[in-house]
Every structure is written in structure tokens, then in C-alpha cells.
């Protein structure tokens, strides 16, 4: 078998990204030329290791036993190339994967954390849905992830053996409106008010859900704006623009102009915010980066509920 890096590392991110054209994205390459790269590595372990099906590729098990093979491989060519020029790190990298929503309020004040208790970890990031989080962490792209999960609170995937996942906090939604608007001055409205409200969406897919228009809105909702980042939704808010969904963490960094309301007549919508990785023991670094993470979100919710008791939180809710 005669394999090169550059093969492996296209192994590495079709299992990953989940499909050719979305693995091409990712590595500056055509599509075509990912697929030409895929077929060449067949042919030289002789050895079928991609399942082309209607919704994307997946790694056959073949496949899969190459890929934990090429991620040793490439970490020996990465680290000897650190070697070799001399840039070999003092630290202990972690590479840590969240979902969009976590990345405002917990990241900042974790790494802050870390800097504090871990000086030597070193932590790198990326952002995703908690599906291709989980890809992430199967393929060994990252090491730990901060993802959400919806009740009934199945595994964040579907494969075997299971992620080790540790539950950080269950948190309810909320509807991010303008503190000018239509329900200026309100802390709740009433599910039957969101019907005909003007919605900030998220661009998502069954598979893939993103937080946008309100989980159980009776009807159809209408759609003005769809955006994937919270920086455009909350300012498309504040503007008067549209009305979106939110986790109750993000009220405290809710720009000017926007408030949390509470959704009454309906359930309840809980999400719950875990930290997943392989299953097996976690190493120092990685248990580290874990335990900044839930202190975070614990002091934090601590905060949340003595400001909300003293009446002086920094939104109204």
C-alpha cells in the first residue's frame, strides 16, 4: 500500500465534512478533485472505504479502521515537522469544538479560567451544529466539543461506541425581541402573539437544526430574515427587524436594544448543554478544559440567579 499525507488528510476530511463537496470547501479543492483523490486511495489499498449515499458519503468499515490509522500518521508528520524547523510546542494542545451559542458567553470566560488553572493547555476552536461536532470528534479533528441536545436527550450521535458526554447545564429558550417594539416593556408573551410575529430564521436542515424561529410556534411562521451568526440576528433585532430564538444564557451579552421574553402557553423548550469526547480515559489537558468549561456555565448560572433574586439582572426577562 502506497498512500501520501495529502491522501490521508482528504480521508480525513471527507469523514469529517460528510460529503465530497463539502470536504473540497474545506481543503481549497474541486469537488472533482476530491473525488479523483478518493478513488486513487481505493485503488491503492484495494479496498472499497467510501459509502456514496443520497444524503452525503460515509466511511465504510474499512474506511474507518484507515482513518484511525491516518490521524496517527499525520500527527508523526505534523509533529516531526515541528521538530525539524524547530517550532515544537511547550504546551499541550486541545482542540475544542462548540456550537454557535456557546460561543459567546462560555468560551471567553473559560479559556480565562484555563489561562488561570491550566497555564500550559493550550486550546484551539471552531465553531459548528452539534452533529458535525460529533463527526468532528469521530474523526479526531478535535478533542472535545460543547454541544446541545433536545429531549429527549438521545446520544449526540448514532455510531458505536458512544461519545462520553458530561452534562453541563439544562437551559430553557427564549425570544429575543426590540426593547422598542411590539412588546416593549413585556418579560413574556404569549405563544399565539409569535404566529404572526416577523421571524429571524436560521438557514438549517432536519438534520442539522439551528435556533431561529420559536421550536413549538403553532402555524406557519414568517420568515423575514434568515442569518446564521448571532451577530446579524441580534442586531437585526435590535433594529426592529424581526423577532428570534435564543438560549437563556445569551441574555447578559444581549446588545442594547434587545430583550428576553418568556414563552408562556406552551411547554416549556429545554435544551441541554453537555461537553462530549471520545469515549475512554481523557487526558490531563483535556480533563482540564472540561472542568474550566462546567465551572464556567456553574458560576455563571449562580450570577444569573442573584442578579434576577436582586432585580437588577441586565435585561429583562
Known sequence: MDVSSASLRVLCQIAESGSFTAAAAELGYTQSAVSRQAIALERSV????????????RLTERGLTLLRHARTILESVDAAERDLTGAAPRTELVRLGLV????????????????????????????????SMARALRTGSIDVAVLTSR?????????????????????????????TGTFAGRTSVHV??????????????????LLGVWPGLPGRAHIVHNARDWLTKLHLVAGGFGVTTIPEG?????????????????????????VARLPGPATPAISAVTQAITSTVLDQS????????????????
Open 46 to 57: 484495494g479496498a472499497t472505504l467510501f459509502e456514496r449515499r443520497t444524503d452525503g458519503v
Open 100 to 131: 454557535l451559542s456557546a460561543g459567546p458567553v462560555i468560551l471567553p470566560a473559560a479559556l480565562a479560567r484555563l489561562a488561570r488553572t491550566a497555564p500550559r493547555v493550550r486550546v484551539a476552536t471552531r465553531e459548528g451544529t452539534t452533529p
Open 151 to 179: 429531549p429527549p436527550h438521545r446520544p449526540p450521535d448514532g455510531e458505536s461506541p458512544r461519545l462520553h458526554t458530561t452534562v453541563v447545564q439544562d437551559t430553557e429558550l427564549l425570544v429575543a425581541a426590540s426593547a
Open 192 to 209: 399565539d402573539e409569535l404566529v404572526g410575529a416577523p421571524w429571524i430564521a436560521s438557514p438549517s436542515s432536519s438534520g442539522e437544526p
Open 250 to 274: 445569551l441574555s447578559p451579552v444581549l446588545p442594547p436594544g434587545v430583550i428576553s421574553l418568556r414563552v408562556q402557553g406552551a411547554p416549556p423548550e429545554i435544551r441541554r448543554v453537555l
Open 302 to 317: 449562580s450570577e444569573g440567579r442573584r442578579a434576577h433574586s436582586s432585580g437588577c439582572g441586565p435585561r429583562a426577562r
